[in-house]
Protein backbone atom coordinates (compact mmCIF):
# COMPACT_ATOMS: atom_id res chain seq x y z
CA UNK A 1 0.00 0.00 0.00
CA UNK A 2 1.46 3.51 -1.12
CA UNK A 3 2.13 5.64 1.98
CA UNK A 4 0.43 9.09 2.43
CA UNK A 5 1.16 11.19 -0.64
CA UNK A 6 -0.99 13.62 -0.55
CA UNK A 7 0.37 15.07 2.92
CA UNK A 8 3.89 14.94 1.03
CA UNK A 9 2.43 17.07 -1.87
CA UNK A 10 0.74 19.27 0.58
CA UNK A 11 4.03 19.84 2.13
CA UNK A 12 5.38 20.89 -1.40
CA UNK A 13 2.82 23.26 -1.94
CA UNK A 14 3.55 24.67 1.60
CA UNK A 15 6.76 25.55 0.65
CA UNK A 16 6.10 26.97 -2.31
CA UNK A 17 8.24 23.66 -3.97
CA UNK A 18 5.02 21.80 -5.73
CA UNK A 19 5.58 21.67 -9.76
CA UNK A 20 4.07 21.04 -12.39
CA UNK A 21 4.69 21.45 -16.14
CA UNK A 22 3.38 24.04 -18.37
CA UNK A 23 2.10 22.01 -21.66
CA UNK A 24 3.62 23.71 -25.07
CA UNK A 25 1.26 23.48 -28.20
CA UNK A 26 4.01 24.82 -30.75
CA UNK A 27 7.28 23.81 -31.88
CA UNK A 28 10.18 25.31 -29.83
CA UNK A 29 11.37 28.53 -30.47
CA UNK A 30 11.41 32.16 -29.37
CA UNK A 31 7.90 32.30 -29.37
CA UNK A 32 5.48 29.17 -27.98
CA UNK A 33 2.16 28.82 -27.83
CA UNK A 34 0.51 27.85 -24.33
CA UNK A 35 -3.06 28.06 -23.36
CA UNK A 36 -3.32 29.03 -27.10
CA UNK A 37 -2.09 32.10 -26.35
CA UNK A 38 1.90 33.34 -27.98
CA UNK A 39 3.89 33.93 -25.32
CA UNK A 40 8.14 35.08 -25.59
CA UNK A 41 10.46 32.32 -24.27
CA UNK A 42 13.48 33.14 -22.46
CA UNK A 43 13.79 29.47 -20.56
CA UNK A 44 15.15 27.21 -23.08
CA UNK A 45 18.05 24.76 -24.00
CA UNK A 46 17.80 25.85 -27.46
CA UNK A 47 20.45 28.42 -27.53
CA UNK A 48 21.26 28.33 -30.78
CA UNK A 49 17.58 28.04 -31.96
CA UNK A 50 18.25 24.76 -33.70
CA UNK A 51 15.12 22.57 -32.30
CA UNK A 52 12.70 23.50 -35.20
CA UNK A 53 15.60 24.65 -37.91
CA UNK A 54 14.00 23.27 -41.23
CA UNK A 55 17.93 21.34 -42.45
CA UNK A 56 17.38 19.50 -39.20
CA UNK A 57 13.35 18.28 -39.83
CA UNK A 58 14.89 17.71 -43.84
CA UNK A 59 18.02 15.42 -42.96
CA UNK A 60 15.59 13.52 -39.77
CA UNK A 61 12.48 13.03 -42.64
CA UNK A 62 15.56 11.13 -44.68
CA UNK A 63 16.28 9.02 -41.86
CA UNK A 64 13.05 8.14 -40.83
CA UNK A 65 12.01 7.48 -44.96
CA UNK A 66 15.39 5.41 -44.60
CA UNK A 67 15.98 4.02 -41.03
CA UNK A 68 12.00 3.95 -39.79
CA UNK A 69 10.93 5.26 -36.60
CA UNK A 70 13.39 3.33 -33.84
CA UNK A 71 15.61 1.08 -33.97
CA UNK A 72 13.84 -1.50 -31.18
CA UNK A 73 17.41 -2.79 -29.50
CA UNK A 74 19.76 -2.22 -27.83
CA UNK A 75 22.95 -1.38 -29.75
CA UNK A 76 24.41 -4.35 -28.57
CA UNK A 77 21.85 -6.96 -29.95
CA UNK A 78 19.63 -5.60 -33.13
CA UNK A 79 19.88 -2.09 -32.83
CA UNK A 80 22.95 -0.59 -33.90
CA UNK A 81 23.08 1.31 -36.94
CA UNK A 82 24.70 3.09 -39.73
CA UNK A 83 23.59 6.09 -38.67
CA UNK A 84 24.68 5.85 -35.21
CA UNK A 85 28.53 5.27 -36.15
CA UNK A 86 28.10 8.06 -38.42
CA UNK A 87 27.23 10.30 -35.73
CA UNK A 88 29.71 9.32 -33.39
CA UNK A 89 32.30 9.27 -35.98
CA UNK A 90 31.58 13.22 -36.72
CA UNK A 91 31.09 14.19 -33.54
CA UNK A 92 34.63 12.96 -32.14
CA UNK A 93 36.07 14.54 -35.32
CA UNK A 94 33.62 17.81 -34.08
CA UNK A 95 35.58 17.30 -30.67
CA UNK A 96 38.96 16.67 -31.09
CA UNK A 97 38.71 13.09 -30.00
CA UNK A 98 39.89 9.64 -30.92
CA UNK A 99 36.11 8.17 -30.08
CA UNK A 100 32.95 9.24 -29.46
CA UNK A 101 29.75 7.13 -27.73
CA UNK A 102 26.11 8.14 -27.71
CA UNK A 103 23.68 7.62 -24.83
CA UNK A 104 19.83 8.15 -25.23
CA UNK A 105 19.98 10.83 -23.15
CA UNK A 106 23.16 13.20 -21.18
CA UNK A 107 21.87 11.69 -18.01
CA UNK A 108 22.51 8.16 -19.15
CA UNK A 109 25.34 8.93 -20.20
CA UNK A 110 26.84 10.68 -16.79
CA UNK A 111 25.20 7.88 -14.84
CA UNK A 112 27.30 5.52 -17.41
CA UNK A 113 30.94 6.71 -17.62
CA UNK A 114 31.69 7.58 -13.62
CA UNK A 115 31.09 3.65 -12.30
CA UNK A 116 32.72 2.08 -15.30
CA UNK A 117 35.65 4.49 -14.29
CA UNK A 118 36.20 4.41 -10.74
CA UNK A 119 34.43 2.02 -7.74
CA UNK A 120 34.56 1.53 -3.95
CA UNK A 121 38.58 1.40 -3.95
CA UNK A 122 39.00 5.08 -5.70
CA UNK A 123 37.88 8.68 -5.10
CA UNK A 124 35.68 11.30 -6.78
CA UNK A 125 36.73 15.03 -6.62
CA UNK A 126 33.29 16.93 -7.61
CA UNK A 127 32.51 20.46 -7.66
CA UNK A 128 30.10 21.89 -5.42
CA UNK A 129 27.36 22.80 -7.78
CA UNK A 130 27.87 19.95 -10.48
CA UNK A 131 24.46 18.23 -12.03
CA UNK A 132 22.56 16.02 -10.46
CA UNK A 133 23.52 13.27 -13.48
CA UNK A 134 26.95 13.79 -11.68
CA UNK A 135 26.08 13.45 -8.24
CA UNK A 136 23.85 10.28 -9.47
CA UNK A 137 26.65 8.85 -11.55
CA UNK A 138 29.69 9.61 -8.34
CA UNK A 139 26.69 7.67 -6.15
CA UNK A 140 26.31 4.44 -7.94
CA UNK A 141 30.15 4.15 -8.35
CA UNK A 142 30.38 3.63 -4.88
CA UNK A 143 33.68 5.00 -4.57
CA UNK A 144 34.45 7.90 -2.35
CA UNK A 145 33.34 11.65 -3.24
CA UNK A 146 34.77 14.39 -1.67
CA UNK A 147 32.97 18.11 -2.63
CA UNK A 148 35.48 20.83 -3.31
CA UNK A 149 33.86 24.66 -3.23
CA UNK A 150 32.37 25.68 -6.20
CA UNK A 151 35.33 26.62 -9.08
CA UNK A 152 37.70 26.77 -6.11
CA UNK A 153 40.95 25.22 -6.90
CA UNK A 154 42.52 25.43 -4.17
CA UNK A 155 40.53 24.24 -2.31
CA UNK A 156 40.63 21.26 -4.69
CA UNK A 157 44.57 20.96 -4.77
CA UNK A 158 44.33 20.98 -0.96
CA UNK A 159 41.96 17.97 -0.88
CA UNK A 160 44.19 16.24 -3.94
CA UNK A 161 46.96 16.23 -1.48
CA UNK A 162 45.78 15.06 0.97
CA UNK A 163 43.40 12.26 -0.15
CA UNK A 164 45.92 9.99 -1.82
CA UNK A 165 45.60 6.54 -0.71
CA UNK A 166 42.91 5.16 -3.71
CA UNK A 167 43.72 3.54 -6.63
CA UNK A 168 42.16 5.89 -9.13
CA UNK A 169 41.52 9.45 -8.49
CA UNK A 170 38.86 11.24 -10.50
CA UNK A 171 38.33 15.42 -11.00
CA UNK A 172 34.28 15.89 -12.40
CA UNK A 173 33.18 19.28 -13.15
CA UNK A 174 30.06 21.07 -15.42
CA UNK A 175 31.81 22.83 -18.39
CA UNK A 176 29.29 25.25 -18.25
CA UNK A 177 27.22 25.30 -15.26
CA UNK A 178 24.00 24.96 -15.79
CA UNK A 179 22.10 26.75 -13.15
CA UNK A 180 24.48 29.70 -12.42
CA UNK A 181 26.22 30.21 -15.92
CA UNK A 182 29.56 30.30 -14.97
CA UNK A 183 32.81 28.52 -16.58
CA UNK A 184 34.61 25.92 -14.62
CA UNK A 185 38.32 26.50 -14.72
CA UNK A 186 39.42 24.37 -17.17
CA UNK A 187 43.31 25.05 -17.70
CA UNK A 188 43.71 25.13 -13.36
CA UNK A 189 42.08 21.70 -13.91
CA UNK A 190 43.92 20.11 -16.43
CA UNK A 191 47.30 21.34 -14.40
CA UNK A 192 45.98 19.89 -11.30
CA UNK A 193 44.90 16.56 -12.86
CA UNK A 194 47.92 15.88 -14.40
CA UNK A 195 50.36 16.78 -11.25
CA UNK A 196 48.29 14.24 -9.29
CA UNK A 197 47.67 12.04 -12.23
CA UNK A 198 43.92 11.99 -11.63
CA UNK A 199 41.56 11.30 -14.24
CA UNK A 200 39.80 14.70 -15.42
CA UNK A 201 35.88 14.20 -16.74
CA UNK A 202 34.33 17.42 -18.26
CA UNK A 203 30.34 17.50 -18.79
CA UNK A 204 30.02 20.02 -21.40
CA UNK A 205 26.30 20.06 -22.15
CA UNK A 206 25.90 22.99 -21.96
CA UNK A 207 29.10 24.46 -23.80
CA UNK A 208 28.85 22.66 -27.00
CA UNK A 209 28.03 24.38 -29.74
CA UNK A 210 28.25 27.98 -28.00
CA UNK A 211 31.72 28.47 -26.62
CA UNK A 212 34.86 28.72 -28.47
CA UNK A 213 35.40 30.27 -31.73
CA UNK A 214 34.42 26.80 -33.78
CA UNK A 215 31.59 26.26 -31.08
CA UNK A 216 33.39 22.94 -29.61
CA UNK A 217 32.61 23.90 -26.33
CA UNK A 218 34.78 25.16 -23.08
CA UNK A 219 38.03 23.04 -23.88
CA UNK A 220 38.27 25.67 -27.49
CA UNK A 221 37.27 28.26 -25.42
CA UNK A 222 39.78 28.23 -23.46
CA UNK A 223 42.54 26.88 -26.11
CA UNK A 224 42.85 23.45 -24.11
CA UNK A 225 43.78 20.59 -27.23
CA UNK A 226 44.77 17.66 -24.56
CA UNK A 227 44.60 16.94 -20.78
CA UNK A 228 40.29 15.96 -20.67
CA UNK A 229 40.17 12.38 -20.40
CA UNK A 230 36.61 11.89 -20.60
CA UNK A 231 34.22 14.70 -22.02
CA UNK A 232 30.35 14.58 -21.99
CA UNK A 233 28.30 16.36 -24.01
CA UNK A 234 24.54 16.20 -25.39
CA UNK A 235 22.09 16.78 -28.58
CA UNK A 236 19.52 18.52 -26.29
CA UNK A 237 21.17 21.88 -25.82
CA UNK A 238 22.11 24.20 -28.46
CA UNK A 239 22.17 21.26 -31.30
CA UNK A 240 18.23 21.31 -30.74
CA UNK A 241 18.44 17.50 -30.93
CA UNK A 242 18.20 14.79 -28.36
CA UNK A 243 20.94 12.28 -26.53
CA UNK A 244 23.93 12.45 -24.51
CA UNK A 245 27.22 11.63 -25.68
CA UNK A 246 31.01 10.23 -24.11
CA UNK A 247 34.00 11.40 -25.99
CA UNK A 248 37.80 10.47 -25.76
CA UNK A 249 39.80 7.82 -26.14
CA UNK A 250 39.52 4.75 -28.35
CA UNK A 251 39.65 2.63 -25.30
CA UNK A 252 37.38 4.45 -23.22
CA UNK A 253 34.76 3.83 -25.44
CA UNK A 254 35.09 0.10 -25.96
CA UNK A 255 35.19 -0.81 -22.51
CA UNK A 256 31.93 1.75 -22.44
CA UNK A 257 30.51 -0.85 -25.33
CA UNK A 258 31.59 -3.45 -22.63
CA UNK A 259 30.75 -2.08 -19.18
CA UNK A 260 28.38 0.68 -19.32
CA UNK A 261 24.68 -0.38 -18.31
CA UNK A 262 23.34 2.89 -19.59
CA UNK A 263 24.68 2.04 -23.02
CA UNK A 264 24.25 -2.01 -22.73
CA UNK A 265 20.61 -2.54 -21.34
CA UNK A 266 19.12 0.29 -23.44
CA UNK A 267 17.68 0.86 -26.92
CA UNK A 268 19.89 2.77 -29.14
CA UNK A 269 18.92 6.83 -30.02
CA UNK A 270 16.17 6.85 -32.92
CA UNK A 271 18.00 7.18 -36.49
CA UNK A 272 16.14 10.73 -37.34
CA UNK A 273 17.64 11.45 -33.41
CA UNK A 274 21.35 10.94 -34.72
CA UNK A 275 20.41 12.49 -38.73
CA UNK A 276 18.88 15.54 -37.55
CA UNK A 277 21.94 16.07 -35.06
CA UNK A 278 24.23 15.50 -38.02
CA UNK A 279 22.14 18.41 -39.36
CA UNK A 280 23.18 20.60 -36.77
CA UNK A 281 26.82 19.70 -36.15
CA UNK A 282 26.92 20.98 -39.87
CA UNK A 283 25.51 24.51 -39.17
CA UNK A 284 27.41 24.76 -36.21
CA UNK A 285 30.60 24.67 -38.16
CA UNK A 286 29.56 26.57 -41.25
CA UNK A 287 28.03 28.90 -39.88
CA UNK A 288 29.22 31.03 -37.25
CA UNK A 289 26.74 34.05 -37.05
CA UNK A 290 24.71 31.75 -35.31
CA UNK A 291 27.15 31.63 -32.37
CA UNK A 292 27.36 35.56 -33.13
CA UNK A 293 23.97 36.53 -32.77
CA UNK A 294 23.64 34.72 -29.39
CA UNK A 295 26.43 36.68 -27.91
CA UNK A 296 25.13 39.69 -29.46
CA UNK A 297 21.72 38.75 -27.18
CA UNK A 298 23.91 37.76 -24.03
CA UNK A 299 25.78 41.11 -24.08
CA UNK A 300 22.72 43.18 -24.47
CA UNK A 301 20.73 41.78 -21.84
CA UNK A 302 23.38 41.37 -18.99
CA UNK A 303 24.78 45.04 -19.49
CA UNK A 304 20.98 46.15 -19.28
CA UNK A 305 20.04 43.96 -16.24
CA UNK A 306 22.83 44.46 -14.41
CA UNK A 307 22.20 48.41 -14.89
CA UNK A 308 18.53 47.43 -13.59
CA UNK A 309 20.18 46.18 -10.07
CA UNK A 310 19.53 43.01 -10.81
CA UNK A 311 21.98 40.11 -9.17
CA UNK A 312 23.15 38.02 -12.04
CA UNK A 313 25.86 36.14 -10.28
CA UNK A 314 28.38 36.67 -12.51
CA UNK A 315 27.28 34.80 -15.34
CA UNK A 316 29.43 34.48 -18.35
CA UNK A 317 27.06 33.02 -21.10
CA UNK A 318 23.66 32.80 -22.02
CA UNK A 319 22.72 31.24 -19.31
CA UNK A 320 21.97 34.16 -16.95
CA UNK A 321 20.68 33.85 -13.44
CA UNK A 322 18.59 36.59 -11.83
CA UNK A 323 19.31 35.61 -8.46
CA UNK A 324 16.18 36.47 -5.99
CA UNK A 325 16.44 34.19 -3.18
CA UNK A 326 13.06 32.88 -1.76
CA UNK A 327 11.35 30.25 -3.37
CA UNK A 328 7.71 31.99 -3.07
CA UNK A 329 8.59 35.65 -3.98
CA UNK A 330 10.54 34.23 -7.27
CA UNK A 331 7.98 32.00 -8.10
CA UNK A 332 5.72 34.86 -7.92
CA UNK A 333 7.66 36.80 -10.12
CA UNK A 334 7.89 34.51 -12.46
CA UNK A 335 4.00 34.21 -12.54
CA UNK A 336 3.75 38.03 -13.20
CA UNK A 337 5.97 37.31 -16.01
CA UNK A 338 4.07 35.09 -17.22
CA UNK A 339 0.73 37.13 -17.51
CA UNK A 340 2.90 39.76 -19.41
CA UNK A 341 3.45 37.12 -21.75
CA UNK A 342 6.85 35.88 -20.92
CA UNK A 343 8.00 32.38 -19.83
CA UNK A 344 10.59 32.46 -17.50
CA UNK A 345 10.70 30.01 -15.14
CA UNK A 346 11.67 30.03 -11.29
CA UNK A 347 14.29 27.98 -9.73
CA UNK A 348 13.91 26.47 -6.74
CA UNK A 349 15.97 24.40 -4.29
CA UNK A 350 16.31 21.11 -4.85
CA UNK A 351 17.74 22.23 -8.27
CA UNK A 352 19.66 25.30 -6.20
CA UNK A 353 20.69 25.80 -2.66
CA UNK A 354 18.20 26.71 -0.12
CA UNK A 355 18.11 30.77 -0.49
CA UNK A 356 19.21 30.95 -3.84
CA UNK A 357 16.36 30.01 -5.84
CA UNK A 358 16.35 32.60 -8.76
CA UNK A 359 14.93 33.18 -12.80
CA UNK A 360 17.03 31.06 -15.02
CA UNK A 361 16.65 33.33 -18.08
CA UNK A 362 18.65 31.53 -21.43
CA UNK A 363 18.75 33.00 -24.78
CA UNK A 364 18.76 32.56 -28.40
CA UNK A 365 20.81 33.10 -31.25
CA UNK A 366 17.17 34.35 -32.67
CA UNK A 367 15.60 36.08 -30.05
CA UNK A 368 15.12 39.59 -31.73
CA UNK A 369 15.79 42.95 -30.51
CA UNK A 370 11.82 43.26 -30.25
CA UNK A 371 11.62 40.23 -28.35
CA UNK A 372 14.79 41.43 -26.39
CA UNK A 373 12.95 45.02 -25.52
CA UNK A 374 9.71 43.20 -24.32
CA UNK A 375 12.19 40.74 -21.86
CA UNK A 376 13.73 44.16 -20.41
CA UNK A 377 10.62 46.34 -20.07
CA UNK A 378 8.76 43.52 -17.94
CA UNK A 379 12.26 42.78 -16.09
CA UNK A 380 12.21 46.79 -15.17
CA UNK A 381 8.19 46.22 -14.42
CA UNK A 382 8.86 43.87 -12.39
CA UNK A 383 12.34 45.07 -10.63
CA UNK A 384 10.16 48.35 -10.01
CA UNK A 385 7.78 46.26 -7.18
CA UNK A 386 10.35 44.24 -6.15
CA UNK A 387 9.25 43.98 -2.37
Same mark, same amino acid.
Given at each position: ?????? !??????????????????????????????????????????????????????????????????????????????????????????????????????????????????? /??????????????????????????????????????? &????????????????????????????????????????????????????????????????????????????????????????????????????????????? &????????????????? /????????? &??????????????? #??????????????? /???????????????????????????? !????????????????? #?????????????????
Amino acid at each position: MLPDLE !QELQDLRTHDLFRAPLEIESAQGPRVVIDGKERLLFCSNNYLGLANHPALKDLARVALDTFGCGTAASRLISGNMSIHKELETRLARFLGTDSALSFPTGYMANLGVIPVLVGPK /DIIFSDQLNHRSIIDGCRLSRAKTVVYRHCDTDHLAELL &STETDYRRKLIVTDGLFSMDGDLAPLPELVTLSRDHNTILMVDDAHGTGVLGPGGRGIHEHFGITEGIDVLMTAGSKALGTFGGFIAGSRALTDLLINRSPSFIYTTAL &SPDTCSATLAALDLVEE /DPSYRERLL &SNVNTVTRELTSLGF #DIMNSRSQIIPVLVG /DAGRTMDISRRLFDQGIFLSGIRPPTVP !QGESRLRLTLMSNHSED #DISRLLEAMAGVRDNWV
